[in-house]
């Protein structure tokens, strides 16, 4: 697969889920002041990490059971998260194989006390499903 900025920008564009798709978040949190950086903004890598933790419910309860990260695939900031957003954190199973699977997450923060969402963050997450030795096994069982 070729490198982020390789990929035609349309590529980006279709991995948008609609208003419908989003339903309700698998997590929303808030960030607090020891997650901000000397611009004023929320650490990438704190949002990642909460993107990994919504990610790892949805594959988890896909496979009925342990799960781990194997990639984050078309991750791509859009707009920065302030101190006082309130994040929501959407996600949905965007492809099934053997024994992986893709979660698409979309991160929407609410600003101005609800009065506006701005979509921040975006990203295509793989998991495998784990056996009980933690090696790969069939995502479905039985």
Request: zero cysteines.
């Amino acid at each position: 697969m070729p490198p982020i900025a390789a990929r035609p920008a349309m590529a980006m564009k279709e991995m948008t889920m609609t208003e419908s798709e989003r339903q309700e978040p698998i997590l929303r949190v808030v960030p607090r002041p020891g997650d901000i950086n000397s611009n004023g903004h929320i650490f990438g890598g704190w949002i990642l990490s909460q993107m990994d933790i919504a990610a790892g419910i949805v594959a988890g309860r896909e496979s009925q059971g342990a799960v781990a990260t194997v990639a984050i695939d078309a991750m791509e900031f859009i707009a920065p998260i302030l101190l006082h957003d309130i994040i929501s954190i959407y996600a949905r199973i965007e492809r099934i194989g053997r024994t992986s699977m893709g979660i698409k997450i979309e991160v929407v923060a609410d600003r101005d006390r609800g009065q506006r969402q701005v979509k921040v963050t975006e990203g295509l997450f793989t998991f495998v499903a784990l056996d009980a030795q933690h090696r790969p096994r069939p995502v479905k069982q039985g």
